[in-house]
């Protein structure tokens, strides 16, 4: 089991920055894939990026590759999402999850993971 907590979301203008991070109770390496999802509302949550904790490139959505980053520190169990020149479209409360299983594939995919964060919510104004 492990407990998940996101913090760093905000209100920006569009083409800011912010920097989200997901702190975890348990070693990253426990869990072999880490990831951001996003859901605004009245829609599903979507996958945002994916990352194995033991190393490999990382997945991101289309509407998010190229401005948005992924990352992870061992040492501090902590995942983050470096997001930049953001949009008011990305407005949503963006959750981390961590997944026991790296196989299954898919890794944007909400219901291959196995523990959620509350989310942190993020709003972009035009």
């Known amino acids: 089991q492990v407990n998940l907590v996101e913090s760093g979301g905000g209100s920006v203008q569009a083409g800011g920055s912010l920097k989200l991070s997901c702190a975890a109770t348990?070693?990253?390496?426990?869990?072999?894939?880490m990831a951001w999802f996003r859901q605004a509302p009245g829609k599903e949550r979507e996958g945002v990026a994916a990352?194995?904790?033991?190393?490999?490139?990382?997945s991101y959505a289309d509407s998010v590759e190229y401005r948005f980053t992924i990352s992870l520190d061992h040492g501090k169990k902590t995942l983050y999402l470096h997001m930049n020149n953001l949009e008011p479209g990305d407005t949503a409360v963006y959750y981390c999850?961590?997944?026991?299983?790296?196989?299954?594939?898919?890794?944007?995919?909400?219901?291959?993971?196995?523990?959620w964060g509350l989310g942190t919510q993020v709003t972009v104004s035009s």
């Open positions: 999850a961590a997944r026991r299983e790296v196989s299954g594939g898919d890794y944007l995919r909400p219901s291959t993971y196995d523990y």
């Open positions: 348990d070693y990253l390496y426990n869990w072999p894939v």
């Open positions: 990352i194995k904790t033991g190393g490999g490139l990382p």
